[in-house]
């Protein structure tokens, strides 16, 4: 059963930074990874997604400010975010893609705030 487990969220003062971390378990290989944010009435927005060979896309309204990047020998995708904007608050999910299926993980909420 694939399970991710995300950590790091809270709340932190405009301008902060937080690191989200994401650990998958009971999958195999390298695939693609993301980060996706859902903030109240709004849809889920993709954020940023890490492939196989570590190549990188993100969000245009991350672009500059946030990075994505994976341990694939503890099958971890972290996304780093610095410069934190109130705009940037939302529930923040771990995405995790095969060939045939596609998981989610719980949520962590980031809170950008003063």
């Known amino acids: 059963q694939v399970q991710l487990v995300e950590s790091g969220g809270g709340l932190v003062q405009p301008g902060g930074s937080l690191r989200l971390s994401c650990a998958a378990s009971?999958?195999?290989?390298?695939?693609?990874m993301g980060w996706y944010r859902q903030a109240p009435g709004k849809q889920r927005e993709l954020v940023a997604v890490?492939?196989?060979?570590?190549?990188?896309n993100y969000a245009d309204s991350v672009k500059g400010r946030f990075t994505i990047s994976r341990d694939n020998a503890k099958n971890t995708v972290y996304l780093q975010m610095n410069s934190l904007k109130p705009e940037d608050t939302a529930v923040y999910y771990c995405?995790?893609?095969?060939?045939?299926?596609?998981?989610w993980g719980q949520g962590t909420q980031v809170t950008v705030s003063s």
């Open positions: 009971g999958i195999f290989g390298i695939n693609p």
């Open positions: 995405n995790l893609k095969t060939w045939t299926a596609e998981y």
């Open positions: 890490i492939i196989r060979g570590g190549t990188t």
